[in-house]
């Protein structure tokens, strides 16, 4: 899975800017060279779970739809992780990462704990019911799996332990549904808990600007790789900005638009 990075040094010489497809990677450090001999080291500060929808998005466009279904329930199950540091960030009690990363160990190995994790950290916070992943959120939000029961969590097991090869539609339609989900997680809430404490915005951004700085890295000098927010499509359809949040501005740039089901 690539990776299709601009070069930034191309534009200034002949006004045209290269795209250099580059291996998707663990390490946030990409570095590659254009057809014209510009080399280039840039830190990709998307969060994980961003970089691992846009490989289930190429699965798709390369016809791979189990390993897009991979790709999307991973992403979900590091979006719920991303969502724990902004929850306790929102909570306004003193947030400290070494901690988190202490209590972290404990539970990533098995996502089944993550999940409780959240659920719990979510109802403690609110007070309220979280959003279940499951058939009734597919129900209530219009959306529809192409599975049994229309179920998520089902069509996800089949795929995972029993080798179900998923359709185009099926894919397509469990990436729409993991992508709405997260994205009404994160715009459900838009004031602070208290006076003079973070926004559920802020507290989003806070956390994945401490997940990006988890990564070991080189001191910045002069010369030292740039740090990027490579375009995709949910960084993309989420926007960087409060203010696009708008059902409209979300529908306008889904994944059924990007993918249209086959009849
Ligand atoms: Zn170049």
Not at 242 to 257: A, M
């Amino acid at each position: 899975m690539k990776l299709y990075i601009e070069c930034f040094h191309c534009a200034p010489v002949d006004g045209k800017i290269q795209k250099v497809g580059v291996e998707m990677q663990e390490s946030a450090l990409y570095e590659f060279t254009c057809s014209s001999g510009h080399e280039s080291k840039i830190y990709i500060t998307n969060p994980k779970y961003d970089i691992l929808f846009e490989a289930g998005l190429q699965a798709i466009s390369e016809g791979y739809y189990r390993e897009a279904v991979f790709n999307f329930s991973a992403s979900l199950e590091r979006f719920y992780e991303y969502y724990m540091v902004a929850l306790m960030l929102y909570s306004g009690n003193n947030y400290k990462d070494e901690d988190f990363q202490e209590i972290w160990k404990r539970l990533e190995k098995q996502s089944e704990r993550q999940l409780g994790a959240f659920w719990m950290l979510y109802y403690g916070i609110f007070g309220k019911l979280p959003l279940f992943f499951d058939n009734k959120y597919l129900k209530e939000h219009g959306l529809r799996l192409y599975v049994k029961d229309n179920d998520p969590i089902y069509f996800r097991n089949i795929v995972t332990h029993q080798g179900h090869f998923p359709t185009y539609n099926q894919a397509v339609a469990y990436g729409e549904a993991i992508n709405r989900y997260m994205y009404y997680l994160k715009t459900l809430h838009k004031k602070p808990l208290r006076q003079n404490s973070f926004t559920f915005y802020q507290s989003l951004s806070t956390a994945q600007h401490i997940m990006f700085f988890r990564i070991p890295r080189v001191a910045y000098v002069p010369g030292a790789p740039s740090r990027w927010s490579f375009p995709t499509f949910i960084n993309d359809i989420w926007a960087t900005h409060e203010g696009d949040y708008s059902e409209e501005y979300f529908v306008y740039k889904n994944l059924i638009d990007k993918f249209p089901l086959q009849s």
